[in-house]
């Protein structure tokens, strides 16, 4: 799984695989611009028949240029780091004039890293916003036909990520913190997520690393990623799932750690019984055999 994360066109035709910007009048640096920045008050995103859309509201006017596309990872602006965004392909929005702060620096559109349970839409992450400029990275499940175009009465940047292919459902299971606070085993609560067949064990991992909707962060749900930022090399065979680790891996004293989310996510699969789960490094402690195993570093 990879973690990260142009044409002038009008607004309503399709930008296929491509990407495409939206000039306006007013350009980015000018008195003008300056004078009628949008502010970014809040993000949505939401499945229609064929399509999963992304609406960026504003106050004030729109954006003075409205660019998306595909992009092979997500970039920080202005640091130039990559921004961890989960997806099996990753878009890149970026809007001027525009901000997402307040005077204050507080930001204005509430959490800037979200995961939606949506066919194709995985996550949407800030991925800068400095001196004027917003950039947000998308990471979607395949990547598929876009299109941008703009709403009025209130100011709207929306995208519409196509979603041309059949899902089922999965489970992820998260960490239920309100039980394990309370000692109440299992510690884990499942939720339903889309996923792609035939990958539906990669699939389910993915939406695990992605992590609980806003909703499910109400419910106290939490993913304990033990310093991992995502996983590599997912095999099944003989009934056996391996799975690699990949960034960093520590339970930090905890008893409870990533394995066991990771160990309920696969086993729900008729194909999984037992699971191995690796460090960065490669290493497990039982490699061998028809048991589980975890990487020394995940032992409380």
């Keep these: 799984m990879r973690l990260l ?26 008195r003008s611009a300056t004078q009628n920045q949008a502010t970014l008050v809040a993000i949505r995103a939401a499945h229609h028949t064929d399509y999963d859309r992304v609406v960026f509201e504003f106050d004030g006017p729109l954006p ?4 998306v596309r595909f992009v092979p990872e997500v970039i920080g602006d202005p640091s130039g780091n990559p921004v ?22 507080n930001t204005t559109y509430g959490a800037p890293r979200r995961t939606y349970a949506l066919p194709n839409v995985i996550q949407v992450v800030s991925a800068g916003d400095f001196e004027g400029v917003l950039n947000f990275g998308i990471g979607v499940a395949r990547q598929s036909p876009v299109r941008l175009s703009v709403l009025r009465d209130p100011s709207r940047v929306v995208i519409d990520i196509d979603t041309p ?8 299971y998260f960490l239920d913190v309100a039980r394990f606070e ?46 991992a930022t995502g996983f590599t090399g997912l095999t099944i065979s003989d009934s056996i799932a391996r799975v690699r680790l990949t960034g ?3 339970s930090h004293g905890s008893t409870f750690s990533i394995a066991e989310e990771i160990m309920r996510t696969l086993k729900q699969f008729p194909s999984v019984r037992w699971v191995k789960i690796y460090d960065p490094a490669g290493h497990t402690e039982r490699p061998d055999g028809a048991v589980d195993s975890i990487p020394e570093c995940l032992e409380p």
């Excluded at 965004?85 to 890149?92: E, K, P, S």
């Excluded at 292919?165 to 992820?172: D, G, H, I």
């Design 248 to 250: 960093g891996c520590s």
């Design 84 to 105: 961890p965004v989960v997806g099996g392909a990753f878009l890149n929005v970026r809007m001027a004039f525009a901000a997402g702060h307040d005077d204050s620096g």
């Design 182 to 227: 309370a000692g109440t085993e299992p510690y884990t609560r499942a939720v339903a997520r889309p996923v792609i067949p035939p990958a539906t064990a990669y699939g389910a991992l993915q939406r695990l690393f992605a992590g609980p909707t806003e909703t499910e962060l109400g419910r106290r749900l939490a993913f304990v990623s033990s310093d």
């Design 165 to 172: 292919f059949r899902t089922v459902a999965v489970q992820a």
């Design 64 to 67: 003075a240029e409205r660019e």
């Design 5 to 30: 994360p142009v044409f002038a066109v009008p607004a309503a035709l399709s930008c296929g695989l491509l990407a495409f910007a939206q000039p306006a009048a007013g350009a980015p640096g000018s």
